[in-house]
Structure formats: structure tokens, C-alpha cells
């Protein structure tokens, strides 16, 4: 009865009105009644062709399906966004945006961050285009939080100083020149406590104090649980600073609160968890420091096993993708064949240029052992080598998982000379690795040497040769 009177609603709407319903459909308090009621917009947006409101449907229970922790239905509505073709450059660009933000956030959660931010990049020259104010805050606003998260603070207050500038030109809305939707007017007062953080990282706390205190006013201006959940998380970094433990402590317990009502993502508990760690142990609380160090590991094998299940979606799709090329590749070569029976000579000049074409191309064949996902980790771990990121040995294991095992076999070595070891796996010159690990020449002919002694390896083999056959 209740469908068929939400029904009955939902079918007198236009297409505009049912995604202004959509729009307003508050995600931090998202979740099976929310996902129900957008079930049924969908329905009545395909009954009348209504595509743009059908992509933005799926797009906003992806989003609410990710943040209540189930990575495999986020995945599925992403899916079937493109398996459906309701994304295109003739669409409403907002759901293009959206879509592209979405699935940045996807690939981020799972490791795959080159990819996450191919996924924004392909729109962020499109959305300087089009001079929306909502749009420029929102997208330097996830830059800001992947460049933060991966240790490029500089990078990441350039962006969050973008989104903060347009943040309040999207509220102030001079001249009624945009659409005003509630969920995203609440989501705009976010950059101003990410401001804050970023400062904090900086040490920057004068500058850091001024925007704590201006996003802790703006809080009397919404009632939205994720800005709350936000801003109160960023404060409480800054009020450790000036050693304020007691703001600190009731701060984070509303957080962890909110966390456990509306989120089951690793990305909103995981955080908290860390902070109120590392808060007992600063006040020398030993029994609830241990507690969250319990509760840390928790959420680590809960997410853990939530990437393994979104790389195999995406493995699983890449191979479905595989598939296709190969039945398109297997058509082309019958009609290839029948042309073979038609014309020797053309058979001939085909077998010349392919001969010609492969010996110019040697390394082609190698190259099609690698799934883009292999692919995408091998140059992250690459990049991370070069920034000598504390995270290049933790992405190199998963790249090579059993480098590290089969070292150990050889010999005991400490961390410090297995990610040594992985440098020159990755055939770094000696001056390379001098230049990205900030060490002279000399110090890294001599870790060379020592390595030698502690792997046994004769005189007369290249260290690089010996380090090329470990894994075979």
C-alpha cells in the first residue's frame, strides 16, 4: 500500500523534481529505508525514459552502499550505471561528475590510486569549464584528501584552499545563479575544518585555530551528522596540539559515536580509532590505549577483507572485459582466415608485417601478462620508491608478495635492508637509489656490500642478476 502511494507520488514529478529528491536524500543518515525509496524513483524514472534520474539513482545508492560498508553493492550500482550506457557527454554533467567522484572514491578505498585519480582527473579541466562554484569545491575538495592521505600536504592545501574559496561562494549564491540542495549545502561547510587539518599537518596551528573555531560556529548552521562527524574529528587533531585533552576526548566520542550509527566504512572508524590511541597513550592511559589498539586491528581486518572483495570485482569485470577483446580478436581472425583462403599473396604481406612488427616490438607479448590492475600497483609502487614514501614496502609486498618470504629464506634481514633489497629488485641504479632515499653514493655502495655478505653472494654474480632470479 505504501508503494503504491509513494508510487503515485513519485509519477506526477518530472524528471527534474525526482532528482532534486534524490539529491536531498541526506547520506549520512542513509540506509535500507532511503534505499527503498530510491528504488522506487527508479522504477518510475524508467516507466517514462527518464535516464539522467535512472544514473543518479544507482549513483546515490553506490554512495550509501559503500558508507554502510557493503563494497560489493557499490560496486554492482557503479556497474550497472556503464553496463546500462546512462553516462555520456550528453548527460546532466553533474551526474558525470558525480559518477567519476564516486568511482574515485572506490578505487582510493581499495589501494588504486593512480586510478582514482585518472578517474577525477578526466573531468576537473570539464568542470573548470563549466564555472560552477559546488562543483570546483567539491572535487579539490577529494583531491585534497587523497593528496593528505598520501603525504603530499603542500599539493593538498592548494586544493582544499580552492574548495574553500568556492565553498562560500556556492553559499552566498549571489544572484540565485545556483541550484541549492540541502545535503549539498551542508556538505560545503566541510572544507573549511579540512582547511584546519591540513594546517595542523603543516604545523601551522596559529592558522589552524582560525578555521577550527570558524567550522565550529558554522555547526549551529546544519544538522548534518557527516559535517558533525567532520568537523568535531578535525578540531580534535587541532586541540591535541595545544594539549586540550578534555575537548580532545568529548570530541572524538561523538565521532566514534556517529561512526558506529551511520557508518560501517573502515575510512570513518578507522581514523577515530587511531586518534583516541594515540590520545590514552600521550595521558598514559595504558588499558584504554590498549583497547583501541584491539579495536584498530578490528577495523584493519574488516577493510582488508573489503579490498579483497572490491579487487575481485574489479579483476572479475577486467576479466569479463578480457573476454570480450578475446571472442572480437577470435571473429577477426576467421575473417581473416577466409581472406588467407582467398588471397595467398595477402597472407604473405600480412605474415611480412607481422614479422617486421614484432621484432621492432619485443617486449609487446611480456606486457600482456600484466592485468591493469597489476599494472596500475607497479607504477604506484614505482612512485612511492621515488618519494621514498614510509608506504613503498608495504605496496611493493603487495606487488610482489613473496619477495619478502623468500629473502628471509636466504638470510635475516631487518626492514630497513629489505626495502634496500626491493629498491634493487626494481633494477635502481646505485645513484638512483642515493637520490630517492636522500643518502650519498658512497653509503649505498656500502649497503650494497654488506647486503652481499648477509646473502652470501658470490663475487663474481651481479647483485641486480642475483636479486632477478630470487622469485624463479
Known sequence: MLFLISSLFYAQQTEEELKNILYDIEFCTSG??????????????????????????????????????????????????????????????????????????????????????????????????????????????????????????????????????????????????????????????????????????????????????????????????????????????????????????????????????????????????????????????????????????????????????LKDIIDKKEDIEDKKEKKFSQRLGWILLGSIVIGVLFIFLFGNYYRKYKSRNPDTIDMLYLTPVQECIFNEVIQLAKENNAEFLTRFNEYSPRFTEELLKVSPLKISEIRFSAYIYLNFSTKEIAEYTHTSVRTVQTKKYNLRKKLDIPGNMDIYVWFSKLLK
Not at 557527454?89 to 572506490?106: A, G, R
Not at 592521505?149 to 592548494?158: F, H, Q, R, S
Not at 595542523?200 to 589552524?208: I, R, T
Open 32 to 309: 535500507s529505508k532511503e534505499i527503498v525509496k530510491i528504488e522506487n524513483i527508479i522504477t518510475i524514472c524508467r516507466m517514462n525514459s527518464y535516464q539522467d534520474c535512472i544514473a543518479l539513482g544507482y549513483l546515490k545508492m553506490a554512495n550509501i552502499y559503500n558508507k554502510n560498508g557493503d563494497v560489493k553493492k557499490a560496486f554492482y550500482y557503479i556497474d550497472k550505471v556503464e553496463k546500462e550506457n546512462l553516462i555520456n557527454e550528453k548527460k546532466d554533467f553533474e551526474i558525470v561528475l558525480y559518477f567519476n567522484l564516486i568511482k574515485s572514491m572506490l578505487y582510493y578505498g581499495v589501494g588504486e590510486r593512480v586510478k582514482a585519480l585518472q578517474q577525477m582527473d578526466e573531468v576537473y579541466e570539464k568542470i573548470m569549464e563549466q564555472k560552477n562554484a559546488y562543483y570546483t569545491y567539491l572535487i579539490n575538495w577529494q583531491y585534497a584528501g587523497f593528496y593528505n592521505e598520501m603525504g603530499k600536504t603542500e599539493k593538498a592545501l592548494k586544493k582544499i584552499k580552492i574548495a574553500y574559496q568556492y565553498s562560500k561562494i556556492y553559499r552566498e549564491n549571489k544572484n540565485n545563479q545556483y541550484k541549492i540542495h540541502k545535503t549539498q549545502l551542508a556538505w560545503s561547510y566541510k572544507a573549511t575544518p579540512y582547511l584546519a587539518a591540513v594546517y595542523v599537518d603543516l604545523g601551522k596551528f596559529d592558522s589552524a585555530k582560525i578555521y577550527v573555531q570558524e567550522s565550529l560556529a558554522d555547526l549551529k548552521k546544519t544538522n548534518d551528522k557527516g559535517v558533525l562527524y567532520f568537523t568535531l574529528f578535525h578540531a580534535a587533531k587541532y586541540y591535541r596540539t595545544i594539549k586540550d585533552f578534555k575537548n580532545v576526548q568529548h570530541y572524538l566520542w561523538i565521532c566514534k559515536k556517529i561512526a558506529n550509527n551511520h557508518f560501517k566504512n573502515e575510512a570513518y572508524r578507522k581514523p577515530v580509532a587511531n586518534e583516541l590511541k594515540s590520545l590514552y597513550e600521550e595521558m598514559k592511559e595504558k588499558d584504554s590505549a590498549a583497547f583501541y589498539v584491539n579495536e584498530l586491528l578490528n577495523i584493519q581486518t574488516a577493510g582488508e577483507k573489503q579490498n579483497d572483495e
